[in-house]
């Protein structure tokens, strides 16, 4: 069964930084695009950004662009999620998300991680 | 942006019974409109996409309809373990959007 273990997440102070890890397995990660979503406390979800799978291409909301950074390496089976300029609005549970397939160019997400909560204030 | 809006923000039904879920989308997402379940404290689940297929081990019960702007998700006859809240997403461009939510409850 696929397995994907988010960490990273905390307390961090308005215009501050964190980096989320996304450590995946039990499945051969390379092979697909993998994403950022969101979710604040009592609301819906939010996607934040995508990656391809090679890395090469980027994807981002509106109200991250800037700000955020995603990346992955697939020699280590993990994917992050650099956050710089952090304001209150950021703060969510950030949940890891696989593309159900191997050959889409937009994704849907078929396994998620447990999520990781980011909390962003003073 | 496409904007996914879903009704009703609340239904109240009991076991047994059929829901209709429906999202609307501010512009046609052709048939690229996905449906997760999500229950409290867990992550989202997929359970249909491009609108009518079901995801690995979603059952039966499960389906999904629509083209264009409408979609519904349609559970055949609620168990215990449907009543969460259900979000749709398309994914025909960026950025991709989800709906805002339906909470099925327990009447």
């Known amino acids: 069964e696929v397995q994907m273990v988010e960490s990273g997440g905390g307390l961090v102070q308005p215009g501050g930084s964190l980096r989320l890890s996304c450590a995946a397995s039990?499945?051969?990660?390379?092979?697909?695009?993998m994403s950022w979503v969101r979710q604040a406390p009592g609301k819906g979800l939010e996607w934040v950004s995508t990656?391809?799978?090679?890395?090469?291409?980027?994807f981002y909301a509106d109200s991250m662009k800037g700000r955020f950074t995603i990346s992955r390496d697939n020699s280590k089976n993990t994917l992050y999620l650099q956050m710089n300029s952090l304001r209150a609005e950021d703060t969510a549970i950030y949940f890891c998300?696989?593309?159900?397939?191997?050959?889409?160019?937009?994704?849907?997400?078929?396994?998620w991680g447990q999520g990781t909560l980011v909390t962003v204030s003073s | 942006e496409i904007v996914l809006t879903q009704s009703p923000a609340t239904l109240s039904l009991s076991p047994g019974e059929r829901a209709t879920l429906s999202c609307r989308a501010s512009?046609?997402?052709?048939?690229?409109l996905a449906w997760y379940q999500q229950k409290p404290g867990q992550a989202p689940r997929l359970l249909i996409y491009?609108?009518?297929n079901r995801a690995t081990g979603i059952p039966a019960r499960f389906s999904g309809s629509g083209s264009g702007t409408d979609f519904t998700l349609t559970i055949s006859s609620l168990e215990p373990e449907d009543f969460a809240v259900y979000y749709c997403?398309?994914?025909?461009?960026?950025?991709?959007?989800f709906g805002q939510g339906t909470r099925l409850e327990i009447k």
């Open positions: 998300a696989k593309d159900r397939a191997t050959d889409y160019s937009t994704p849907n997400f078929d396994s």
């Open positions: 039990r499945f051969t990660f390379s092979s697909y695009a």
């Open positions: 990656v391809s799978r090679s890395g090469s291409s980027t």
């Open positions: 512009q046609s997402v052709s048939s690229f």
């Open positions: 491009d609108t009518s």
């Open positions: 997403q398309q994914r025909i461009n960026w950025p991709l959007t």
